[in-house]
């Protein structure tokens, strides 16, 4: 838990504060007292009111009516369901990429989709003599990576509302490639140039509605990796359909 120390400037002990009331709520299964709070957290029981009014009205803790108390809100909550969705797809999408990596010779991309693009997950390298790693948290651009174009191809209608990057992507790409979003979604993959020299080529993750959760993409040299490779195609969509298969079984086993 962080130390809350009056020689840090106020700005800094308000975020300690903070994150301690919230790191001292996760390790509790009920509400606990301010009074609780103060003596573990070393804090007046003035100052934990102000913070802790301030996180109920952001839904961050949820104040108990019945015995006073505080405990996790729902807005906290959604932020650790999103975040273990999120580490569920890296350990189920790690042996599909690394046999998708070892098939192709091409580094294994795993990428998640939101309103504002396309976010790699993690990759793994080829052996190649020319190593190409994507770290992780690179947004990739969407009207120019194939994950990108996989991305708007399988996106629903309302990521094109207004004028955000889906709408000013797809705008683009209809310019300079007319049809191409239609024959990605007919063919179930993309392929893109993302800079001279690079090839990329991305397939869709689906769950079982038919949402867009991922991508998976193969980068490599345009010289080690052609375009029209077929066999590099078919490995890349059969990733796709297995990690979509082991997504639904997970699920089914939670549920």
Same mark, same amino acid.
């Given at each position: 838990?962080?130390t809350? @120390?009056?020689?840090l400037?106020e700005?800094? *002990?308000?975020v300690?504060? $903070?994150?301690?009331?919230l790191?001292?709520?996760a390790?509790?299964?009920g509400p606990?007292?301010? %009074?609780?709070?103060a003596?573990?957290?070393? &804090?007046? =029981?003035?100052?934990?009111f102000?913070?802790l009014?301030?996180? /109920?009205h952001s839904?961050?803790? &949820?104040?108990d009516?019945a015995?006073g108390g505080y405990?996790?809100g729902?807005?906290?909550?959604e932020?650790c369901?999103?975040?273990n969705?999120r580490?569920d797809l890296? %350990?189920i999408a790690l042996?599909?990429l690394?046999?998708l990596?070892?098939?192709t010779?091409? $580094?294994?991309?795993?990428s998640r989709?939101d309103?504002?693009g396309?976010?790699?997950?993690? %990759?793994?390298? @080829?052996? @190649? ?5 994507v770290?992780a948290g $690179?947004?990739l651009p ?6 990108g174009?996989? /991305?708007?191809a399988?996106?629903?209608a309302?990521?094109f509302t207004?004028?955000g990057?889906?709408?000013?992507a797809f705008?683009?790409?209809? =310019?300079d490639n007319?049809?191409?979003l #239609?024959r990605?979604?007919? *063919?179930?993959?993309?392929? +893109? *140039? ?5 090839m ?5 993750v689906?769950? %079982? @509605?038919g949402?867009?959760?991922a991508?998976l993409?193969l980068? #490599?040299? +345009?010289t /080690?990796m =052609?375009s029209? #490779?077929v *066999?590099? $195609? #078919?490995?890349l969509k059969?990733?796709? =359909?297995?990690?979509?298969r082991?997504?639904?079984?997970a ?5």
């Amino acid at each position: 838990m962080p130390t809350v @120390s009056s020689s840090l400037g106020e700005g800094t *002990q308000s975020v300690l504060l $903070t994150v301690a009331i919230l790191e001292r709520l996760a390790r509790v299964d009920g509400p606990i007292s301010i %009074s609780e709070l103060a003596r573990e957290i070393d &804090a007046s =029981k003035s100052r934990l009111f102000r913070h802790l009014q301030t996180l /109920a009205h952001s839904d961050f803790v &949820a104040h108990d009516e019945a015995s006073g108390g505080y405990a996790v809100g729902s807005r906290l909550l959604e932020i650790c369901r999103t975040l273990n969705r999120r580490y569920d797809l890296l %350990s189920i999408a790690l042996p599909v990429l690394q046999d998708l990596r070892n098939q192709t010779g091409h $580094t294994a991309i795993l990428s998640r989709v939101d309103t504002v693009g396309v976010h790699v997950l993690t %990759s793994l390298s @080829s052996e @190649s003599p020319i190593v190409l790693e994507v770290r992780a948290g $690179t947004v990739l651009p969407l009207d120019t990576s194939a994950q990108g174009r996989v /991305a708007l191809a399988f996106a629903p209608a309302s990521r094109f509302t207004g004028n955000g990057p889906f709408s000013q992507a797809f705008k683009r790409l209809a =310019k300079d490639n007319a049809g191409e979003l #239609d024959r990605i979604l007919q *063919q179930g993959w993309a392929t +893109a *140039q993302m800079r001279e020299g690079l090839m990329g080529k991305g397939a869709p993750v689906l769950d %079982s @509605s038919g949402t867009l959760v991922a991508t998976l993409g193969l980068l #490599d040299t +345009a010289t /080690a990796m =052609k375009s029209q #490779d077929v *066999q590099d $195609t #078919d490995h890349l969509k059969a990733a796709a =359909k297995r990690f979509e298969r082991e997504l639904a079984q997970a699920k089914f086993a939670n549920d």
